[in-house]
């Protein structure tokens, strides 16, 4: 379900696909956050009740802490779209208009080189291509580079690490996409959208 409503006419062409890709991508993040929050609340509800009756399941606190974990990088590129993000506006709030929307494009741009950043970062922390040339066989890849990121397991779920990494790839992906979207309605290349599925997505300040 799409929440958002538009302000104006979106433009087409890139910013209107940008727009449409974040859009879209939002709308998956708030379903995401919703079903991890209840999951979080459900394991630690359960872990309560069974260490009160004396049969704790070992598997649980660690299924709680990434289950945060996913939850935290998936709402973080929410709020980067809904700008509910951190911000200081010590400065921004003695600029004339015109200033304050320069300081706000800036700082979405420096979101968006964040993203892109992260994105490179974790392409050679994971090396698709490494693995991928090894024939996906993670011990022959950790022999030839030393990186045993494919070879490590969890402690007591025994899930491999790469899979619960890859909320972090995710993340860089998604905040570079929302940071883009944001980029092109501070310019005023595309009027800005109202989320009526967050009703705290109206913050005003240079994020």
Known sequence: MNHATKTGAAGAGPCGLVLA????LLAFERVAVIGLMGLVSFLILLNVVTRYTGTPIYWIDESAIYAVVWLSFIGASAMTRLRLDFSVGMLTERL????????RAI???FTVLFGLM???MCWLWMDPVG?????FD??????????FFYTEHTQTLNWPTWA???VIPLFAVSITIHGLANLVEDLEFVPRRVYRGFPMANAEAAS
């Not at 693995?131 to 024939?135: D, F, K, L, N, T």
């Open 21 to 24: 890709l974040s859009s879209g």
């Open 96 to 103: 004339p208009p015109m200033g304050v929307k320069v300081a």
């Open 107 to 109: 700082a979405t741009a």
């Open 118 to 120: 992260l994105s490179y």
């Open 131 to 135: 693995i991928a040339a090894a024939g």
């Open 138 to 147: 993670a011990k022959a890849f950790a022999g030839e580079s030393f990186n």
């Open 164 to 166: 619960i990494s890859l």
